[in-house]
């Protein structure tokens, strides 16, 4: 793939992984924001297109080479099994006690520091959508895609058609990315204070933790799964 301004950030780092560092480098969203053309996202940010560019066609696996973690080539069936497996049981584990540590935070330190007050409250609202959000992937829209897979489709479902629900899972995972990036603002990109414990070390650490695997995560769904079911179940109809 020849990297081109028109390109779009999901479709780049669907074929390369590797370019998610360049993405990240210049601050360009490649998980919700996958959807732009690099041009568009420079653009807003005011960086230069050219540039950018030049860097993403640095990266390696563009002569041939395909990394072990080549996403774009794997069955929709089990690209489902590896991000319940791997992004959903890591939310599941790891809010629970980003949740405990920043509660904690916000009550030794908020005084001092009040922005970690307004953390523990996005924290709780970060939780409370993703867990509804995992389970709504895991019951209804996953078990229909692949349903679309195997051909097993009979009815069409109560929800019409698979760009729907998807398009409600991409607005989740917008509001889920803009709590984060709230965070990320108000932590100072995670840096501690000096009078910071433990426990505050901490939490910065599992929330930079949990910020990086959220946008592998939401890339892989927005950018990878969610085009091919709309494709695939676009081409069932057509043959049914």
């Known amino acids: ?23 990240e480098k210049f601050g360009l969203d490649f998980c919700c924001g996958g959807k732009k053309t690099i041009s568009e996202a420079c653009e807003k940010k005011g960086l230069n297109t050219d540039e950018v560019v030049k860097e993403l066609t640095k990266t390696p696996d563009w002569n041939g080479y395909r990394n072990s973690n080549d996403f774009d080539s794997w069955e929709l069936d089990f690209l489902i099994d590896y991000i319940i497996n791997t992004h959903h049981i890591y939310v599941m584990k790891s809010l629970p006690n980003i949740f405990i540590h920043s509660q904690k935070v916000s009550g030794v330190h908020g005084e001092n520091h009040p922005e970690v007050i307004s953390i523990f409250e996005l924290v709780t609202n970060l939780k409370e959508d993703l867990e509804s959000h995992l389970l709504k992937e ?99 109809r057509i043959r049914y």
């Not at 028109?6 to 074929?15: F, H, K, L, P, S």
């Not at 204070?193 to 901490?202: I, L, Q, R, S, Y």
């Open 1 to 23: 793939m020849q990297i081109k301004k028109e390109n779009t950030i999901g479709e780049v780092v669907a074929q390369n992984f590797h370019t998610a560092e360049i993405f």
């Open 138 to 236: 895991e019951k209804m829209l996953f078990p229909y895609i692949k349903k679309l897979k195997g051909s097993f489709i009979t009815e069409y479902p109560p929800f019409g058609t698979v760009a729907n629900p998807i398009r409600m899972m991409e607005l989740e995972h917008e509001n889920a990315g803009e709590i984060l990036d709230r965070i990320k603002k108000l932590s100072n990109n995670y840096f501690t204070p000096d009078d910071a414990c433990t426990t505050f070390k901490v939490l910065y650490k599992e929330l930079k933790e949990f910020e990086d695997d959220l946008h592998v995560h939401i890339h892989l769904e927005n950018n990878i799964l969610f085009p091919k079911a709309i494709k695939l179940e676009e081409d069932l």
